[in-house]
């Protein structure tokens, strides 16, 4: 039978892993939040500042600024996961084009931010960039899914793959409603007039 030293002792051991994995967890969401914001490569400071956290809890519970940003994509990605696997490619043509369409709008409004900076982090962490050409490997497959019946009976299919594969990334609507100030409305206009060109054609 335990004494009460020992009981008190497992509670306490305990107390401090809850604690330990709700620092973690809030160290985790500050780096996503500063993401969001625009912040390539945030520091430790700053991450443990908005996590309420030292700094140097920062790497008690990460080996390095690479491992922090390699959870980071993790906890990303299973927040997203549905919303790159979930996609409705019933009905003619049109209702295909609209529904991929409102599938990529709503992942921009949803990752955009977070996307943007992690372009731009991937030049100089390979975790990130690994993450990056998973995510654009995904939904590139989605898309040649979505128009397989199109694709197939379409001439030069080479060509109008890597075109769609582009028109629909997230880059090219960070593009159009960044660089060239478009509503959501114009760009879904836009992604829907080349979807359709590029089977018409």
Not at 25 to 40: C, I, M, N, R
Not at 135 to 157: C, H, S, T, Y
Request: proline share 1%; aromatic share 6%; net charge neutral.
């Amino acid at each position: 039978m335990p004494t009460s030293s020992g009981v008190a002792s497992t509670i306490s051991l305990d107390g401090r892993r809850e604690r330990g994995a709700r620092n973690k967890e809030a160290v985790v969401s500050a780096l996503l939040e500063l993401y969001s914001q625009g912040e390539v490569q945030p520091p430790a400071a700053r991450i443990a500042e908005l996590a309420g956290v030292s700094e140097r809890s920062v790497f008690r519970y990460f080996d390095d600024m690479e491992d922090l940003a390699s959870c980071a994509i993790t906890v990303q990605w299973e927040r997203v996961r549905d919303l790159y696997e979930t996609l409705d490619s019933s009905g003619d043509l049109t209702q295909r084009i609209n529904s991929i369409v409102d599938h990529r709008l709503k992942l921009y409004d949803k990752v955009g931010n977070v996307m943007r900076v992690a372009v731009v982090a991937a030049y100089k962490s390979q975790v990130v960039a690994s993450a990056v050409k998973e995510r654009r490997l995904i939904m590139g497959r989605r898309a040649l899914q979505q128009f397989e019946n199109e694709l197939k009976a379409a001439r030069d299919v080479e060509n109008k793959e890597r075109i769609l594969d582009y028109t629909l990334s997230l880059e090219n609507i960070i593009y159009l409603k960044e660089a060239l100030g478009l509503s959501h409305n114009k760009v879904r206009e836009t992604l829907t007039v080349a979807i359709k060109s590029l089977f018409d054609s």
